[in-house]
């Protein structure tokens, strides 16, 4: 019997072909075993190939005693003069010939719609490794990317080989770095293996001064969730905030809570003590009951018997300049201030404590009132004087976890703003062309943008789903991994335009992937428990089509390899100097 007569089609449906097959090992070729997963090329008389591929094998009995082999395979389109379309439409019925696709043709499906200059590989086919499964570059980058898997299936590996790719990519005619801006939000502390030469930014090293929190930031930072005089306390922090903002800023115009202008935390813990404190002259509006000589004296005048009398709004201005003592209330002559009945007490002593805390220095030391808005948005941009580089590593993994999420808030909240300002930046001086593109990535992006409505991941939240939203107008673009994508802000997530997803073993999880297919596609997520390290489903806008690809190991690995316990324990005992260690520790 000769191979054409061996296979033939045996029923056609809209999304499936049925093949049976009397030899399977005559059907083989021997570069290509048949198995779930494999490709079938079945043509017509007219030479129009449909290209299928494999989803269930099964074995029919027949009453003579011989078997049959039935192949299940979906169609994924037309491959016609070498060119590959997706759709079956075109082939006529019925097909006159099954054999398993070759090398070439199986390549023609992936290489066909992307233009050669476009071309970016990270992956290969997982049941064939000698075809590289590329993607279509602009469409992978300039759309965020999600990346799902649980722990240990390799998405640290598949985010370095990914990055390490990009940074390799440029045009002919100039050394050094490209053009390339990638930030990657490190909370295990795993990349600087992978990236030895990146613009790596420690707990130790960051500088995010907390005169560029926003509103959003600024409440979750100081007020307690739960506390009912949060609105009075907000309106209080609100009101002071900018008015220090004003003082320290005379030559700007319009200042605004939200302004990103430097103010002084002390000054502003001085004023809200002394609203605390406060106590004024019951017989007298605007005069206030402060103890001994004051030697502020714009726009003050004192009466000892009668208190400070602080005309055209000043008072804020005199209680940035120290912690004053007040006159105890007195029946009919002097009475408590506005916000002197305790309402502040437990505010003002989570603020004091706050901007004191050693291990908050990142965003309250010394180095937060000097540094400049530029400087601070250049750390973060690659742009170092003495270490321009396209990877910027911040290593969150220092960062206290309640301010882990006013962290990932700010620093998202600047890339949008600078790419949003940029943008117009380049529009209006004539220098379009001349564009930044950023790629930010979220490693374990549920920890601070999760599917929850608690008011400690409301600011990062707000950063991050405006990114998502709105990001790639202004050339921002986010790559997120995550272990539990079912516990993901859904609008973060479904602005995703591509997917690498990895081993799951969640039902969730699977689901929650299997419902981002098309109904053809599905029953490629019926293995995501069962994929090998390193392995994924590749599908979204830039890739020709949902497939199954083994991503290329990076040059340099992320140090996130599982601690090999039995090894480890068959050592000797490990002495441990504790007190060295401990100081370390608390440092």
Not at 85 to 100: C, F, H, L, M
Not at 347 to 375: A, C, D, M, P, V
Not at 463 to 482: D, F, H, M, Q
Request: charged share 25%; proline share 3%.
């Amino acid at each position: 019997m000769n191979q054409s007569m061996n296979a033939e089609v045996i029923s056609v449906l809209p999304n499936k072909v049925k093949i049976s097959v009397d030899d399977l090992k005559q059907f083989e070729t021997a570069a290509n075993q048949l198995k779930v997963g494999s490709y079938l090329r079945i043509s017509d008389s007219n030479d129009v190939a449909l290209i299928a591929i494999i989803d269930s094998f099964l074995i029919e009995a027949l009453n003579d005693g011989t078997r049959k082999h039935i192949l299940e395979a979906t169609p994924l389109g037309v491959l016609s003069d070498g060119k590959f379309q997706r759709g079956g439409d075109s082939i006529a019925i019925p097909p006159k010939k099954v054999e398993p696709a070759k090398k070439d043709e199986i390549t023609a499906i992936y290489n066909s719609e992307i233009d050669e200059k476009d071309k970016f590989c990270f992956s290969k086919l997982a049941g064939q490794l000698s075809i590289e499964i590329p993607v279509e570059g602009n469409k992978f980058f300039n759309k965020h990317i999600g990346i799902v898997g649980s722990t240990g299936s390799g998405k640290s590996t598949t985010i370095a080989s990914i990055i390490q790719n990009a940074v390799k990519q440029k045009n002919d005619g100039y050394s050094g770095l490209n053009n390339s801006h990638i930030i990657i939000y490190d909370i295990h502390s795993e990349y600087n293996s992978a990236f030895p030469s990146a613009n790596s930014i420690s707990i130790d090293d960051l500088i995010l001064p907390y005169w560029l929190l926003n509103s959003d930031e600024l409440e979750e930072l100081f007020l307690e969730s739960g506390d009912h005089n949060n609105y009075n306390q907000a309106s209080v922090l609100r009101s002071v905030i900018t008015a220090n903002k004003r003082k320290h800023n005379p030559d700007v115009d319009k200042v605004f809570y939200d302004s990103p202008l430097k103010f002084d935390i002390e000054e502003v813990v001085n004023c809200l003590h002394n609203l605390t404190k406060e106590t004024r002259n019951a017989k007298a509006d605007g005069r206030y009951m402060i103890v001994g000589e004051c030697t502020y004296t714009k726009d003050a005048k004192i009466d000892a018997s009668h208190g400070v009398s602080l005309e055209g709004g000043k008072k804020y201005e005199m209680y940035f300049t120290k912690k004053f003592e007040f006159h105890p209330t007195k029946s009919q002559s002097v009475s408590k201030g506005s916000y002197a009945d305790g309402t502040l007490d437990k505010f003002l002593s989570r603020i004091s404590s706050k901007y004191k805390q050693e291990r908050l220095n990142f965003i309250f030391g010394s180095k937060s009132k000097t540094i400049t808005f530029e400087e601070t948005v250049k750390q973060f941009l690659g742009y170092k004087t003495d270490n321009e580089n396209n990877v910027t590593i911040l290593d969150l993994s220092g960062v206290p976890f309640e301010v882990l999420s006013i962290t990932v808030s700010l620093i998202s909240r600047l890339l949008f703003d600078f790419g949003y300002h940029y943008k117009k930046y380049i529009e209006a001086s004539g220098q379009s062309g001349k564009e930044i593109p950023i790629l930010l990535v979220l490693e374990e992006a549920h920890k601070y943008v999760p599917k929850s409505d608690l008011a400690r991941f409301k600011s990062s939240k707000t950063s991050i789903e405006r990114i998502a939203k709105e990001g790639r107008k202004y050339g921002v673009t986010l790559l997120i991994s995550s272990q539990r994508p079912s516990e993901i802000s859904e609008t973060i997530f479904s602005q995703c335009s591509n997917f690498l997803a990895m081993r799951l073993t969640n039902p969730d999880d699977q689901s929650y992937v299997r419902r981002m297919l098309p109904d053809t596609f599905g029953n490629l997520t019926t293995n995501l428990s069962s994929l090998r390290t390193g392995e994924a489903l590749l599908m979204g806008d830039a890739a020709s089509l949902p497939s199954l690809v083994k991503i290329d190991l990076p040059d340099n690995e992320p140090s996130s390899r599982d601690i090999k316990y039995l090894r480890e324990w068959k050592k000797e005992w490990e002495e441990i100097n504790f007190s060295k260690f401990t100081g370390e520790w608390l440092k």
